[in-house]
């Protein structure tokens, strides 16, 4: 008997854990949008790996914007009490990745998206609506399936 309330109480925190990475990524998401990001997508992964909750992913235009949308997140993320573990890819900006442990912030240049296409890597997972969030600040919604 007990265990199996331990497993109810196992499985609500970790509901709990991946609504948290998806509130934060929708926080990041709106700040990517803030900042110009283009098509922003936000994969819940949750039910196909145990690893990471989500994939935020964002397309930048130059280098100075996929810092500022970086600096702009991690700032943010930080003052939400999320820890960053490592960013990678920052010097080169042809693809920035920020791991949050729960959260994995990919911003890329277009090519580099294109190439490495997580969408389609991970085509089965859950696209998080983000058109409200989006529409606020003015971004259109993704148009990627």
Not at 25 to 37: L, Q, S, T, Y
Request: charged share 25%; net charge negative; with cysteine.
């Amino acid at each position: 008997m007990s265990t199996v309330k331990s497993d109810l109480t196992t499985l609500a925190n970790n509901a709990q854990t991946v609504a948290d990475s998806i509130e934060s990524a929708k926080v990041a998401a709106r700040i990517a949008a803030e900042n110009k990001g283009q098509d922003i997508v936000l994969l819940d992964l949750s039910q196909q790996t145990s690893i990471f909750d989500c994939f935020l992913i964002v397309t930048g235009t130059s280098r100075r914007q996929l810092h500022a949308i970086a600096e702009e997140i991690d700032r943010e993320l930080k003052q939400r009490g999320e820890s960053r573990i490592t960013m990678s890819g920052y010097n080169e900006s042809q693809w920035i990745a920020i791991d949050y442990g729960g959260i994995i912030v990919h911003l890329f240049d277009q090519e580099h998206r294109q190439y490495y296409d997580l969408e389609g890597l991970w085509g089965d997972s859950r696209r998080v609506d983000l058109e409200a969030i989006l529409i606020s600040t003015g971004a259109r919604p993704s148009n990627r399936n």
